[in-house]
């Protein structure tokens, strides 16, 4: 089965960039999505299909996708961004999760 | 504004069942796939079950086939899941959620509806 690898957490100074990725094999060939999850809340959808912001997502929130790494990029980091990020792809009839990193904003 | 509200969770001794619902509004329920995600406590999110717009394709995770069913009903804008069996790792916050196209990603999600198997 398929599986999307993630560092544990990621940590990032008050507006700075941070970068969370997402390896999996040959992810470069896949659509991969994005969510944040914070405490006690369901997922939000930040970035589909590797580069699209949903409305009401700010442009702080970028993603790219190559080779077997995507990533989620977060510029001028702001305390309300500290969350849980999933990263997410379909592969053979089955949606595969990553395993979830969590940042905090210092 | 779209809404996605589960219900039906609880606690449940191991091996007996459960049905989760799901009642959906602020959009046209029977234009999309709606699946079941779910989170065991302080882990991960864990893709359960999706079923087609209109009902005909259903497909499982190999943790939960065999034993849940997903259903629909587009007549009263609800999702369902039957869970048979249940486990003690079947013991999570199970969301309902909306698809996009085909085989891509989940647009909204409920609030979950939390399910403990526990003797």
């Known amino acids: 089965s398929y599986e999307l690898t993630q560092p544990l957490s990621v940590s990032v100074a008050l507006g700075q960039t941070a970068s969370i990725a997402c390896g999996g094999n040959n992810i470069g060939s896949k659509n991969v999505h994005w969510y944040q999850q914070k405490p006690d809340q369901a997922p939000v959808l930040v970035i589909y299909r590797d580069t699209n912001r949903p409305s009401g997502i700010p442009e702080r929130f970028s993603g790219s996708n190559s080779g077997n790494t995507a990533t989620l990029t977060i510029s001028r980091a702001q305390p309300g961004d500290e969350a849980d990020y999933y990263c997410q792809v379909w592969d053979s009839f089955t949606y595969v999760f990553g395993t979830g990193t969590k940042v905090t904003v210092l | 504004q779209v809404q996605l509200v589960e219900s039906g969770g609880g606690v449940v001794q191991p091996g007996r069942s459960l049905r989760l619902s799901c009642a959906a509004s602020?959009?046209?329920?029977?234009?999309?796939?709606v699946h079941w995600v779910r989170q065991a406590p302080g882990k991960g999110l864990e893709w359960a079950a999706a079923i087609s717009y209109d009902g005909t394709n259903k497909y499982y995770a190999n943790s939960v086939e065999d034993r849940f069913t997903i259903s629909r009903d587009n007549s009263k804008n609800t999702l369902y899941l039957q869970m048979n069996s249940l486990r003690a790792e079947d013991t999570a916050l199970y969301y309902c959620?909306?698809?996009?196209?085909?085989?891509?990603?989940?647009?909204?999600w409920g609030q979950g509806t939390l399910v403990t198997v526990s003797s």
């Open positions: 959620a909306r698809g996009v196209g085909s085989y891509s990603h989940f647009d909204y």
């Open positions: 602020g959009f046209t329920f029977s234009n999309y796939a």
